[in-house]
């Protein structure tokens, strides 16, 4: 059933919209609600290092990679700590799953949600002082409650989320989330300490004139349709935009309408981004804001998972933009 879309008026702070939003989850007993706050609560401690960091020494490379071959940046870690602490402090989830870590972490209470999280997204823009993100996923415990957690309680299709969202370390700061009715925006104001909503039910337009890709893949880009669809834009004369931190381009997108491609390459096969830590939430919170995520083959809410590392293609964003760009591929 489609749950109804609640209108709270703007300038209220998030903690009353979850309140009023509670009894959309009957049998959630407020446990989704806290676990959103502690998510809430972590970004802000991350937030607050982050506008610190040119001034402390937590910039630069750890001089170590992550499971999937990236450098880990120190700001990298310090976010994968803060989000677990208030998660494991928490209680209401079970079990983290996160880009910086090889194996799920298992909290060991009771629990009755798993959280998958990219705890710092655009790490290679934290040293230059640009936009850079959080990205998180709330999907239910799949096996019953008094099971030990295993893999198989991760490894669900997108389409499971009960939540997702993203802090977007910005200008301003902001938090966008849904819990599937609509997707709503909060700016944090920093001398209160709150999150404040601003941008209420968003909406993606169908259609937009803004196309972000790295560039510098165009000659390593194996998929035909995909180089077809790029002249297409351009002939159109639409405008590229790549920030380079997928909430911010993301983030852009959605408002303004406008899609991301990252394509497979000779280099990575299947594509770079990560299913579980940053395509599943954002295809969540599109399609909630009326537009369309997907491989090229299938909508990426479908996928049934393999591995809780593994990296898909990913064209998300307008839906009548990314419905070309699934055309395209299809006539390969
Ligand atoms: P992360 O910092 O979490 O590893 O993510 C980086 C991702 C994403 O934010 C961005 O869209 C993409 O990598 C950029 O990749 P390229 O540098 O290959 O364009
Ligand atoms: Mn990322
Ligand atoms: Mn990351």
Do not use: W
């Given at each position: ?75 990298d ?7 677990t602490?208030?998660?494991?402090k ?22 009755k ?125 639409l ?7 997928l ?17 497979p ?68």
């Amino acid at each position: 059933m489609e749950k109804s879309r609640i209108d709270l008026p703007i300038g209220i702070t998030l903690d009353r919209f979850i309140k009023s939003n509670e009894n959309q989850y009957p049998n959630a007993a407020g446990e989704l609600s806290q676990l959103l706050r502690d998510i809430a609560l972590a970004s802000k401690v991350v937030n607050r290092e982050i506008n610190k960091a040119g001034l402390i020494d937590i910039m630069g490379n750890m001089g170590q990679q992550n499971l999937g071959g990236d450098e880990q940046q120190k700001l990298d870690l310090l976010a994968n700590i803060r989000f677990t602490r208030a998660l494991s402090k928490g209680g209401e989830a079970c079990g983290i799953i996160s880009e910086e870590t090889e194996s799920f972490i298992d909290l060991k209470n009771k629990g009755k949600y798993i959280v998958a999280i990219d705890p710092l997204d655009g790490s290679s823009n934290i040293d230059v002082n640009v936009s850079i993100g959080t990205i998180f996923s709330i999907f239910k415990k799949q096996t019953p409650q008094d099971q030990p957690l295993c893999e198989k309680d991760f490894l669900q299709k997108g389409r499971n989320q009960i939540a997702a969202g993203y802090i977007l370390y910005g200008p301003s700061t902001m938090l966008v989330f849904s819990t599937g009715q609509g997707v709503n925006g909060f700016t944090y104001e920093s001398a209160l300490g709150e999150y404040v909503l601003s941008h209420q039910n968003m909406s993606c337009p169908e259609n937009g004139n803004i196309y972000s890709i790295n560039d510098g893949l165009l000659d390593d880009i194996t998929q035909k349709g995909v180089i077809t669809y790029l002249d297409k834009c351009r002939k159109k004369r639409l405008t590229a935009r790549y920030i380079g931190s997928l909430v911010a381009d993301f983030h852009r997108n959605l408002i303004k309408g406008g899609v991301f491609l990252y394509p497979p390459t000779t280099k990575l096969p299947l594509g770079k981004l990560r299913l579980f830590f940053e395509a599943n939430a954002l295809a969540f919170l599109i399609v909630q804001a009326g537009g369309l995520a997907s491989t090229g083959k299938e909508n990426i809410l479908d996928i049934t998972p393999t591995t809780l590392h593994e990296r898909v293609a990913l064209y998300i964003g307008s839906k009548k933009m990314v419905e070309e760009i699934i055309a395209l591929l299809h006539q390969e």
